[in-house]
Every structure is written in C-alpha cells, then in structure tokens.
C-alpha cells in the first residue's frame, strides 16, 4: 500500500523561507518522479515542480522559478520542496504526488494531475503580508 505524508505547512510572512517535506513508503521511491502541487481556495490544482527519480531532472513552473528548489533524498525515501522569497499568492495546500511513469525528463504534461496516480493529504502554506 502506497502512503504519502507531507509536512512543513505553516504560517509565514511574505519575504519569507519554508521547507516542506513528503516522504513516501510502499513503492519503489527511486524509480519514479515525485511532484509538488499547490491548489489555492477557488482554484485549481497546479503544477509547481517535479524531480526525476534520480533527482537528476527537475521540472519547475515558471511562476516559483528561481524562489522554489525541489530535491530529494532516496536513502530517507524523502522529497523536499524548498520555498524562498514567498509571496501571498503562494498560499495554497501543498500536495506532493508520485508520477505513474519512470521516465527520467520533463514531460511536456508534467503539470497534469493525470500524470499521477499516488497522491499525499496536503500541507497548508499560507503566506501573510
């Protein structure tokens, strides 16, 4: 049985640093690509950036580009979604998801829930002014 547990949600001021966590248990971790998406209130889910299964890829929406820095420890079975500078419209719950396919590059659907077939319960971000 697949679990996926992300942590690290909280509170911050704008400006602001916040690392979250997702660790993953009943599936072969280092094969797949593992994602991190955000769903803000009224919105959809999006896409904000995925790692290959080696860690030698990412994938980063251009929105956090330069602020957000995905990596991942295979030994821990562990993906962390470093966030710096952020900004109110980060606020969001946070979902870290395990891809359906081992491929190693960025696919052109990357930000498409479809690519994903195992999913966490979310963090909440919320960043304040």
């Known amino acids: 049985q697949v679990q996926i547990v992300e942590s690290g949600g909280g509170l911050v001021q704008a400006g602001g640093s916040l690392r979250l966590s997702c660790t993953a248990s009943?599936?072969?971790?280092?094969?797949?690509?593992m994602a991190w998406f955000r769903q803000a209130p009224g919105k959809e889910r999006e896409g904000v950036t995925r790692?290959?299964?080696?860690?030698?890829?990412?994938c980063v929406a251009g929105s956090v580009k330069g602020r957000f820095t995905i990596s991942r420890d295979n030994a821990k079975n562990t993906v962390y979604l470093e966030m710096n500078g952020l900004k109110t419209e980060d606020t969001a719950m946070y979902y870290c998801?395990?891809?359906?396919?081992?491929?190693?590059?960025?696919?052109?659907?990357?930000?498409?829930?479809?690519?994903?077939?195992?999913w966490g319960q979310g963090t909440q971000v919320t960043v304040s002014s």
């Open positions: 790692i290959s299964g080696s860690g030698a890829t990412t």
């Open positions: 009943g599936l072969t971790f280092d094969t797949y690509p």
């Open positions: 998801a395990a891809a359906r396919e081992p491929v190693h590059y960025c696919p052109g659907s990357w930000r498409d829930e479809r690519e994903y077939n195992y």
